[in-house]
């Protein structure tokens, strides 16, 4: 598998909508969706089809394999890069990832200690865990309120963020309404009692207060190509036409024009293995530092490895023919194509409704559950040697439906679960 890493530069506005089921408004988010990068990746090919030489849409083979093989490509959801550092919005070329559901932070005062006022965030997961086994109540508080004598009630700190020089920084989108006036075809002139609002993502920020001055907002993606061969073809069509790409709604109204360059991406820094084994070092350490409650009353640390499957991105899961928003033991020994023991302890995810609209079909998609990202599952296996190999395959290609279209991302212990109350950043 060849991944391609996306950098997508916002040259005018972005109308990347959704309708939820039952409204009739449509929303923005303050990302990209994976399914309409793929969406626009997929049109351009077909538009262009037989007016360049060695075109993906030739023959419809490379096309098919690309978009509707066995083993398509798979789009991420592309994150906003642009954060603030020291009093200047930059963009930032480090991974963009999902803060974990289990993140918390000041209910006055959230926000990173990066950002001005923010009282730093944190992650709960491991004590919760230690509290529970320990019989012990467990209700996280802020300690720089505390010391303040101020409100120290925490809350989940739901953001995009990014570790820039062993700080984090939190990313988002601007968004504004821009307002349109319907046209009498026949009289070329404003029809009257036709006026609406358009929510759309903005194309610029301003990086300086102090010198006015402007840049275009940037969003980061990858794709996750099967075959070495095809994914050096789509990087040349991407770059040969790295300008002429619309994302989202109203492109016939001047909107969702952008930029997009490709470079091929580069493995993590830390293997799954060892990104397992520092969390299960943390584990343990916090596990000692709860042992002045007592003993616990069971040992759940000996001859067992833990590991968390973080979503970086919506997914779409089904049991039994069922929806659901768990990753149950069974699920994930499916999805992994492992016999072998595991058993989940704790679940922390939530869920919302989402349907959308098929251009190719014209036709509406169908209403999905969605477990939301940032949702988090803790495992355990006594055998954790099957699982690496496996782990890795499922951090790549994701887990549940719809998994080419961007849903189902996940990361396999994500490194702010280290992130501890007294140590929050």
Known sequence: ?????????????????????????SEVENYIFGSVLRGAIASLILQLSGQQSANLAEDGGNFQTLFLGENPAIFSNAYPAVTKIDNESIVVNHQIKVLPATAVSSKTNPGFTSSRGGHGVFDTLIDAFCAAAYNQPYDPSDPKAIAQGTNPQVETYNSFY?????KYYSHDATSRFLTRVGINRRRATAEEEILYSVQVLNESFLKNTKTDEWDN???????VVPDETLAEALQRFIENNSCNFRIGGSASRGLGKVKIAVNEGQSPAKSIKSRIEEFNEALKNRW?????????????????????LDLQSDAILTENWQRTTVVSAEMLKDFAKVDSSLFMHVAYSSYEYRSGWNSAWGLMKD???????????????????????????????????????????????????????????
């Open 217 to 223: 907002f940037v969003f980061h993606s990858f794709v």
């Open 288 to 308: 000692r530092l709860w042992s002045v409650f007592g003993q616990p009353q069971h040992d759940l640390l000996t001859d067992r490895t833990y590991f968390t």
């Open 1 to 25: 598998m060849t991944r391609l890493e996306l950098t997508i530069t916002a040259l005018s506005p972005l109308a990347p909508g959704r309708q939820k089921p039952g409204g009739s408004v």
């Open 367 to 425: 209403v999905e559950l969605l477990t939301n990202k940032g949702s988090v599952y803790l495992f355990s296996t006594t055998e954790p040697e099957k699982w690496y190999a496996a782990l890795e395959i499922i951090e790549a290609k994701g887990i549940g439906d719809r998994t080419c279209e961007g849903f189902g991302q996940v990361e396999i212990c994500n490194e702010f679960h280290q992130i501890f109350r007294e140590d929050a950043v």
């Open 162 to 166: 990014s570790k820039v020089k062993n």
